[in-house]
């Protein structure tokens, strides 16, 4: 594999049961989806696994949905998880490679270092035919202090002068029919559109069968987007969960996301912000 934030379903089968490396199931759905990752993760999930709710695990006063919490919050979170420190972090969700990547993203926004993602997800390694458990996750709490990067979040200013200056690219995870302003926001209340100076990557090009496209391919499709993998990079989609596919993507061109907009269209397309229809503006 090329992307090092990957490990394999054997990697993960063989590990099954050392007590510092625990699966986390972060499995979290769009509304249309009409799927429920807790109760799912009840049914079955990967033995040792816990649950990650991404939707839990966030500020709640902002309004916006599952926006990064405090590391106070956080950290007290995770530590009720069972997760202390020096584990090593499996993320996987049961679409394949959907929400896994936002959890991976927060962990590693908190300091976690050794945080990976299974490559192929739940369906994969249902698939295989390999051992699943069901009930409630059974980790004794522990003690979990965070390391919070606040290089990795940006808001809304940050986006805003960061395109004036051109700091950096803003690169759009939503369907082009969203980025268009072609087809309707999932979330009731927003505009139609893009923030102005942003480019399309829809994050659904960059999964194939549940797994991240190969090295080459996501290579190609970045150029074709227009965008400049050598040059910072900043990801965003409608609130801030696929936009951490596309941040996972460019790891594997050899490159870093410069931040990522935790708001996203939720925060941007409430109000008050400029926004454009059409394709994006190159050149």
Partial sequence: ??????????WLAERLGEPGVIPVDGSWYLPDARRDGEAEFLQRHI?????????????????????LPSPEVFAEAVG????????????????GLFSAPRVWWTFRAMGVEKVFILDGGFPKWLAEGRPVESGAASRAPT?????????????ADAIAAGIVSSAFQVV??????????EAPEPRPGLACG?????VNLASSGLVKEGRLAET?????????????????????????????????????????????YDGSWADWGAGGRPVVTGPAKTG
């Fill in 1 to 10: 594999m090329s992307n090092p934030n990957l490990v394999s379903t054997e």
């Fill in 80 to 95: 009720a998880l069972g997760i202390g420190h020096g584990a090593t972090l499996v993320a996987y969700d049961g679409a």
């Fill in 172 to 181: 759009d995870a939503r369907p082009a029919p969203r980025f268009r302003g």
């Fill in 47 to 67: 033995p040792g696994a816990v649950f990650f709710d991404i939707n839990a695990v966030a500020d709640t006063s902002t309004g916006l949905p599952h926006m």
């Fill in 143 to 155: 003690e979990f202090r965070a390391r919070f990067d606040p290089s990795a979040v940006k808001d």
């Fill in 216 to 260: 080459e391919e996501l290579r190609r499709m970045f150029e074709a987007a227009g965008i400049d993998v050598s040059q910072p990079i900043v990801t965003t989609c409608g609130s801030g969960v696929s936009a951490a596919i596309v941040a996972l993507a460019l790891e594997s061109v050899g490159s870093t996301a410069a931040g990522l």
């Fill in 194 to 198: 893009h923030i102005p100076g942003s």
